[in-house]
């Protein structure tokens, strides 16, 4: 049986995105929201858009479509597999596929395939994770900017620090009280990097971002803190928080609920009852955090989701 998605092209929004598709063509989505009665909201381009099916498909996922039939009901046939197929690990993407990934997730269209290709072949020259760093790539293409290796890498660092060699550094001998979290957080920011302060006043197509990075000493141990904030579109936070070799990353997307899914690095042990007790904290404030704990591997550093791309 085929799987479908079908969309009410009665709706402005919808009947604008359908004048520019034929049929055959193939498309790309995002899932940005399950909603009752077999429904969902869909990423097309910048347009956000209510489709139907029966497909089990969750928030953050990327599909790949073929329209194959215009009507009062834009029918979309699925080309990627559904969520409950086995797919490649994101982790384990080439530079191309990463980039793709990206450039969906940031919501701007796909340079053409030239442009791509010299995208790849620059990514697969840089050094770290290649999803974290094709979104970020991305993030500076949309600005008008072409870096090259060196400087994303080093972008790279500025935002997350350099991975630590060695052991594990020692826990806390004492975790931090409030009173010291309070004062250790309030304190006056150091300077903003100029190339930060460029960035967040710097124009982009597709989703704007805002960064700041800076650190803090708690505990006795320094920490590397950076956010990332979406300005456009429905609203969106990452925060990146590293310790040494520890590290964890906090995604969030959304409002009534705001969606959390938490990523943590190799080195970093949560136990489990301290992460149950986040949860239901965390739940009273109405942010729903997601059942587990991810593979920081699987992360962009911006926003949730799989990164599948067919």
């Known amino acids: 049986m085929a799987e479908l998605l079908h969309v009410d092209n009665r709706i402005?929004?919808?009947?604008?995105?359908?004048?520019?598709?034929?049929?055959?063509?193939v498309v790309k989505l995002r899932v940005t929201g399950v909603l009752p009665g077999n429904r969902f909201r869909v990423l097309?381009?910048?347009?956000?858009?209510?489709?139907?099916?029966?497909?089990?498909?969750?928030?953050?996922?990327?599909?790949?479509?073929?329209?194959?039939?215009?009507?009062?009901?834009?029918?979309?046939?699925?080309?990627?597999?559904?969520?409950?197929?086995?797919?490649?690990?994101?982790?384990?993407?080439?530079?191309?596929?990463?980039?793709?990934?990206?450039?969906?997730?940031?919501?701007?269209?796909?340079?053409?395939?030239?442009?791509?290709?010299?995208?790849s072949v620059l990514l697969g020259r840089c050094r770290g994770r290649k999803n974290r760093l094709a979104r970020l790539y991305v993030d500076f293409f949309s600005r008008g900017a072409h870096p090259s290796a060196d400087f994303l890498e080093w972008v790279d660092m500025l935002f997350h620090g350099r991975r630590r060699q060695g052991r594990n550094p020692p826990g806390w001998e004492?975790?931090?009280?409030?009173?010291?979290?309070?004062?250790?957080?309030?304190?006056?920011?150091?300077?903003?990097?100029?190339l930060v302060s460029l960035l967040n006043q710097s124009p982009a197509r597709g989703e704007h971002?805002?960064?700041?990075?800076?650190?803090?000493?708690?505990?006795?141990?320094?920490?590397?803190?950076?956010?990332?904030?979406?300005?456009?579109?429905?609203p969106a936070m990452a925060l990146t928080v590293r310790d040494g070799e520890r590290e964890l990353e906090f995604l969030l997307e959304g409002l009534n609920p705001v969606s959390m899914t938490v990523y943590r690095g190799e080195k970093t042990e949560i136990p489990e009852k301290n992460w149950e007790e986040f949860c239901r904290?965390?739940?009273?404030?109405?942010i729903v955090v997601s059942n587990t704990i991810r593979d920081i591997e699987l992360s962009d550093g911006f926003t949730a989701g799989s990164g599948e791309v067919g």
């Open 12 to 25: 402005a929004t919808v009947s604008s995105a359908v004048k520019s598709v034929r049929s055959g063509e």
């Open 44 to 119: 097309w381009g910048t347009r956000s858009l209510i489709a139907e099916s029966t497909l089990p498909l969750k928030a953050g996922q990327l599909v790949q479509a073929r329209v194959s039939k215009i009507g009062r009901a834009l029918q979309l046939q699925l080309l990627t597999p559904s969520s409950s197929q086995s797919s490649p690990s994101p982790a384990l993407a080439t530079p191309s596929q990463a980039l793709t990934a990206a450039f969906i997730k940031a919501s701007m269209g796909l340079p053409p395939d030239v442009e791509l290709e010299k995208m």
């Open 281 to 286: 904290r965390l739940a009273l404030k109405k």
């Open 209 to 234: 971002w805002c960064f700041r990075s800076h650190r803090r000493t708690l505990g006795g141990k320094e920490l590397l803190l950076t956010w990332k904030v979406r300005q456009s579109g429905q």
């Open 174 to 194: 004492r975790p931090p009280g409030a009173s010291e979290c309070a004062e250790s957080f309030s304190e006056a920011d150091e300077d903003e990097p100029a």
